[in-house]
């Protein structure tokens, strides 16, 4: 393997700043409807790609078989439904609680494949989920004792989590037969089209945003989209998945000292310690999966 241009952990560092960006943006541009700011994310994000795609990777698109399709237009609606569900609870909660529990999908995308897919526990996995539920736990309380509006946006968070779940497992299968721009490029496209009906059925607004909320969506469409994803997708070609899933775990605490800087959101004591608690869990379980996909490939060799 040649010699990266420039250090793959700087990329993972900055790449981890770009996605902590996303939900201070939405808190940002808080006077729009969740559903247009989830909407405008992913069509500009759709339009920046369709001149790549059209001139070098529309061939890509004869390559998915027709039953494949329903799965992709299932996946694309359930990532929709995922950044509904996690907007609208930055409404009630914060954002260091609101992107803890969205952090939680490693346990949620587990729990899919061993239902779905067969997958087996093994003592490590079942210890970190309970680390992290013990941790979710700790959080939740905490902000019922609070809010029971914060208490609600956990919730939305916890269900935009299991969204995203649906998501990975409906778009697994046809992933393996496209590269990823096209695969991204069409999620986005259909997810952009479910967000647009929805939001044409709850008769949100499409138009009369001031141009510093024009400058937020198109921020979320490239900072957090593009930089942040992009440079995760480049980094793995030099570092373990592990590693950059290690990386991905700090985006709570990147979000929660943007979130202190930019909206002086205050960190309560049960956050802190609920979040340590859910990191912790999620660092635990990526290293028991990790181990564990290292032993079945030893063993299948």
Do not use: C
């Amino acid at each position: 393997m040649r010699i990266p241009p420039f250090n793959p952990y700087i990329a993972l560092i900055i790449g981890v700043i770009s996605v902590s960006t996303s939900a201070v943006l939405v808190k940002l541009a808080a006077e729009a409807p969740t559903a247009i700011i989830g909407f405008y994310r992913l069509f500009l994000a759709t339009l920046i790609m369709a001149p790549i795609i059209l001139t070098n990777y529309r061939h890509e698109f004869r390559l998915i078989q027709k039953k494949n399709w329903i799965f992709i237009i299932l996946a694309g609606v359930f990532l929709a439904l995922h950044f509904i569900l996690w907007f609208e609870s930055l409404n009630y909660t914060s954002v260091t609680s609101s992107v803890l529990f969205i952090s939680i999908l490693p346990l949620f995308a587990f729990l899919g494949t061993y239902l779905f897919l067969g997958e087996r526990f093994s003592p490590g996995v079942v210890i970190s989920m309970i680390i992290i539920i013990f941790g979710s736990v700790i959080i939740g309380w905490g902000d019922l004792q609070i809010s029971g509006l914060a208490f609600f946006g956990d919730t939305l968070a916890i269900f935009g989590a299991i969204a995203m779940t649906a998501y990975l497992l409906f778009g697994q299968q046809t992933r393996k037969h496209v590269s990823l721009i096209t695969y991204t490029f069409i999620i986005y496209g259909i997810s952009s089209l479910t967000l647009f009906l929805y939001n044409v059925i709850l008769q949100n607004s499409f138009s009369g945003y001031s141009a510093d909320y024009w400058a937020i969506f198109a921020a979320l469409a490239i900072i957090p989209t593009f930089l942040g994803h992009s440079l995760f997708n480049w980094a793995s070609r030099w570092l373990s998945n592990s590693t950059i899933s290690m990386a991905i775990v700090l985006e709570p605490i990147g979000a929660s000292i943007l979130a202190y800087v930019i909206l002086e959101e205050t960190i309560a004591s049960h956050q802190v310690l609920g979040g340590t608690i859910i990191i912790f869990g999620l660092l635990l379980f990526i290293i028991s999966t990790s181990r564990k996909t290292k032993v079945t490939i030893s063993r299948k060799k």
